[in-house]
């Protein structure tokens, strides 16, 4: 049984929901799941319907005769194939909790993504990263350097084909260019509760402000360090007794946890743009078993 996903966004108007199930009724598809929201704020309308075709859904078909809905609407849409895994570079410096974890679940099918590269400016994952036969990329990068070794990053990125790029705590500050190049296809994972505690050292900058409460952020990486659209967060206890050491360790569950919430949701379109804020529709708790991440 094939499954299969429709993303919309347009200006908010009546019969929109009418007119995305009248049409894969028209065309034999079954609606399994459906979620939408109206944002009074902006104007903007989003719906994500899962469905599946008894047949299997020619998908390029169903974008061209799509096309004539979403037209007066003013809709921007994708049809998506939920067996097509996502194409992502993973990039990391020195702290590797993150890459680890990822390499985990990947592993184990419980992030359904395709690694295809890893880039670091260090060498110290190399092994770990070619013993899951997958390549491993030294981009070394210094103040000198910096516009030659994003176009060595972005070579990689096009050589493979890649979808997406997560930062999985890269500890280098990406360009205006390749942010704007890459806008929406690059996540970072930031070791404070957003927005509290931007940019270098946030464990440090916590422990000095004496809170009672540390966190982790994914975000889509823009030209504003730290400042993108925020896709997942959460949060974890601390006490007067503890340091920033202790913070670290602590943090280290909470930024895999949170990073891979909001990589499994982008990678089955879950996550949408909404001017400097996101709209994430969750997976369904009886969702369909490739969706849940366990
Ligand atoms: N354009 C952007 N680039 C990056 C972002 C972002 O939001 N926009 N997020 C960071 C990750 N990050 C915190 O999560 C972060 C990384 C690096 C620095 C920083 O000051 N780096 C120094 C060099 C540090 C070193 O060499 O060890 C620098 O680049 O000059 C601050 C915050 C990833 N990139």
Not at 31 to 42: E, G, L, N, V, Y
Not at 73 to 92: L, P, R, S, T, Y
Not at 107 to 119: E, F, K, Q, W
Not at 151 to 159: G, P
């Amino acid at each position: 049984m094939s499954r299969y996903a429709l993303t919309v966004t347009c200006p908010s108007t009546r019969g929109i929901v009418a007119a995305v199930s009248g049409f894969l009724a028209d065309h034999g598809c079954n609606i399994t799941d459906s979620a939408q929201f109206d944002d009074p704020q902006t104007g903007n309308f989003f719906i994500r319907v899962s469905f599946r075709s008894e047949e299997g859904a020619d998908m390029a078909a169903l974008d061209g005769d799509f096309a004539e809905v979403a037209k007066p609407f003013g809709m921007n849409f994708a049809f998506h194939d939920e067996a097509a895994k996502m194409k992502v570079v993973i990039m990391v410096s020195r702290f590797g909790h993150c890459l680890n974890d990822l390499l985990y679940r990947w592993r184990i099918g419980a992030l359904p993504i395709d690694i295809v590269a890893v880039i670091s400016n260090h060498m110290d994952y190399q092994k770990v990263v070619v013993n899951h036969d997958i390549p491993f990329h030294n981009i070394k990068v210094t103040p000198e350097n910096k516009p030659q070794a994003e176009a060595a990053i972005m070579q990689v990125v096009e050589e493979t084909e890649a979808d997406l790029i997560v930062l999985a705590r890269y500890m280098q500050i990406l360009s205006d260019e390749m942010c704007q190049k890459m806008s929406g296809r690059i996540i970072n994972i930031h070791h404070s509760f957003l927005p509290s505690f931007k940019g270098a050292n946030p464990y440090k900058q916590a422990f000095e402000r004496g809170v009672k409460l540390i966190g982790a952020t994914a975000h889509y990486v823009t030209a504003d360090l730290d400042e993108g659209p925020i896709i997942e967060q959460d949060i974890v206890r601390v006490t007067h007794a503890q340091s920033p050491s202790d913070y670290v360790s602590l943090g280290r569950e909470v930024e895999a946890q949170v990073f891979a919430r909001a990589i499994h949701a982008h990678s089955h379109h879950r996550v949408f743009l909404n001017g400097n804020k996101t709209v994430v529709f969750p997976a369904s708790p009886g969702g369909y078993a490739s969706e849940r991440m366990g």
